[in-house]
């Protein structure tokens, strides 16, 4: 009994002592616990082994502004049914092309293709089972805002897999070879999979499209109700003044250029303005006996 009450005052002591370490420093709980082992629950040389290790001087730089950093895909260039892509932060462009940073991008991205555990999409939060070169991710993560003096966040990372649709990317304003500050996923499913990939080259532009012209959605039905409410709500303003049996038809003329400039199938094609998506993506399936549909897209941009 006397044995039991000691642990519980114990156990008591060492949460108030992890409280007042986190209070003081603002370190996790896991590094807290640590230092307190490694230096006998003596508060003031805690704080001291946090310092020396990095950890203190990272925990401070978690709270500034992250502005700048890349998106890195992984197996982009090997795959078109499976691929991988994070955003991760920092806070200024000289950071976003340091050799250690973009490293950094690229084996997280591998690694958190690589996992199983994890959820397909999700964020730093969601990365704990993640390793990378044999650290745990909260581990290498902390390392490298001590190495590099700067606040790193994970902001998203998403996980790409289909048997049915392959997936076009595209990375505008390159870092490296897979690291960029634009970056866009166009899914199209296809009745033939290696055949579809054979035209890989004339799909690309659709990936490119969604870069250079960041459509609102894929087609009308999919716009959001609030987006054509509000575009409906400025040009009714616009032509306040406008006679009433007049207004309908101007209206609906304004609304359907806006659907046409803000959807990738109604947008102009790039590359080739007298014709849109929809129609490039149609002679396409056509000329190559393939049954084509773009599915999604997704765009990033830091």
């Given at each position: ?46 704080i ?97 805002i ?8 994970i ?8 048997e ?14 897979s ?92 590359t ?23 599915v ?7």
């Amino acid at each position: 009994m006397i044995v039991q009450q000691k642990k519980r005052i114990n156990l008591m002591s060492n949460m108030e002592a992890i409280k007042k370490l986190r209070d003081s420093t603002g370190s996790g709980i896991v590094d807290c616990k640590k230092a307190l082992l490694e230096n006998d629950n003596d508060i003031e040389k805690a704080i001291k082994w946090l310092r020396e290790k990095g950890i203190l001087k990272a925990q401070k730089k978690q709270d500034r502004e992250t502005n700048e950093g890349v998106i890195s895909f992984f197996n982009h260039d090997a795959s078109f049914s499976s691929l991988s892509l994070c955003m991760i932060k920092c806070e200024t462009d000289f950071v976003a092309k340091n050799e250690d940073f973009l490293k950094f991008a690229n084996e997280l991205t591998k690694a958190i293709h690589e996992n199983q555990e994890i959820n397909n999409s999700g964020s730093g939060e969601n990365l704990s089972k993640i390793s990378i070169n044999d650290k745990i991710f909260d581990t290498a993560l902390t390392d490298l805002i001590s190495k590099i003096g700067e606040n790193i966040q994970i902001i998203l990372y998403k996980k790409y897999n289909s048997e049915n649709s392959i997936f076009i990317s595209y990375l505008h304003n390159k870092y490296n070879s897979s690291c960029s500050k634009i970056a866009s996923i166009v899914e199209i499913s296809t009745n033939n999979i290696s055949k579809t990939i054979d035209i890989i080259d004339q799909l690309k532009v659709l990936a490119m499209q969604v870069s250079a012209m960041k459509p609102l959605s894929l087609d009308k039905e999919s716009l959001e109700k609030k987006v054509l409410e509000d575009e409906t709500d400025i040009i009714l303003k616009q032509i306040e003044n406008t006679p009433e049996n007049k207004k309908e038809q101007i209206l609906q003329g304004k609304l359907n250029k806006f659907i046409k400039e803000n959807t990738l199938m109604g947008q102009a094609l790039i590359t080739d303005p007298k014709k849109n998506v929809s129609d490039y993506l149609s002679e396409l399936s056509k000329s190559s006996n393939l049954d084509l549909n773009i599915v999604s897209m997704d765009l990033y941009n830091i």
